[in-house]
T-cell receptor, first 119, second 114 residues
Framework: AQKVTQAQTEISVVEKEDVTLDCVYE???????LFWYKQPPSGELVFLIR??????QNEISGRYSWNFQKSTSSFNFTITASQVVDSAVYFC????????????????FGTGTRLQVTL | DTGVSQNPRHKITKRGQNVTFRCDPI?????LYWYRQTLGQGPEFLTY????????KSRLLSDRFSAERPKGSFSTLEIQRTEQGDSAMYLC????????????FGPGTRLTVL
């Protein structure tokens, strides 16, 4: 069975601080996909990034960066120089590969980390 | 570019009543997913469709729940004889089929069962 653990329930930082959100996953599949979604107070889940299990390159997108380490089954998310607009709940999710289709299937989500950025 | 839309956005009902939610996916997406999210939790998978075929249902989906996607476009999720435990946010997502990985979510329908 797949499982995603986000041990940090809530994090509070002051604007401009860097913050890292942890994600640890469990799966027996050799091919899988990892995702991060943002859920702002408005409630709609916003896709941030997808990582394939065979691609361990870290990725940077503006102030966001992701560190994928297969050896520790972790997919951590760092926000550099946080801003008030980053305040949201962040979810890490895992999906297995659907056989014969080359696509991902249903998402298994963690319980989320609530990030509060204050001035 | 139109995203995933869901209607209604809010539904308040009395226990024992039936409710139906609608989801319109992104037009070229042939996969459609339903999830349920309760307060303080991540979304939990309920079911998904590839075109009009329902390919997987979660054990969370009791006999009181039924989902359809009759023409492979919009989908409906019906809950019969609602219970207070059904109160949650019901989320719909869509993705491309072959070659599609990312799921794009709608705004959700918040159900309150009194």
């Amino acid at each position: 069975a797949q499982k995603v653990t986000q041990a940090q329930t809530e994090i509070s930082v002051v604007e401009k601080e860097d913050v890292t959100l942890d994600c640890v996953y469990e799966t027996r599949d050799t091919t899988y996909y990892l995702f991060w979604y943002k859920q702002p107070p408005s409630g709609e889940l916003v896709f941030l990034i997808r990582r394939n299990s065979f691609d361990e390159q870290n990725e940077i997108s503006g102030r966001y960066s992701w560190n994928f380490q297969k050896s520790t089954s972790s997919f951590n998310f760092t926000i550099t120089a946080s801003q008030v607009v980053d305040s949201a709940v962040y979810f890490c999710a895992l999906s297995e590969k659907v056989i014969n289709t080359g696509t991902a299937s249903k998402l298994t989500f963690g319980t989320g980390t609530r990030l509060q950025v204050t001035l | 570019d139109t995203g995933v839309s869901q209607n209604p956005r809010h539904k308040i009902t009395k226990r024992g009543q039936n409710v139906t939610f609608r989801c319109d996916p992104i037009s070229e997406h042939n996969r459609l997913y339903w999830y349920r999210q309760t307060l303080g939790q991540g979304p939990e998978f309920l079911t998904y469709f590839q075109n009009e075929a329902q390919l997987e249902k979660s054990r969370l989906l009791s006999d009181r729940f039924s989902a359809e996607r009759p023409k492979g476009s919009f989908s409906t999720l019906e809950i019969q004889r609602t219970e207070q435990g059904d109160s949650a946010m019901y989320l719909c997502a869509s993705s491309l089929g072959r070659g599609g990985f990312e799921q794009f979510f709608g705004p959700g329908t918040r159900l309150t069962v009194l």
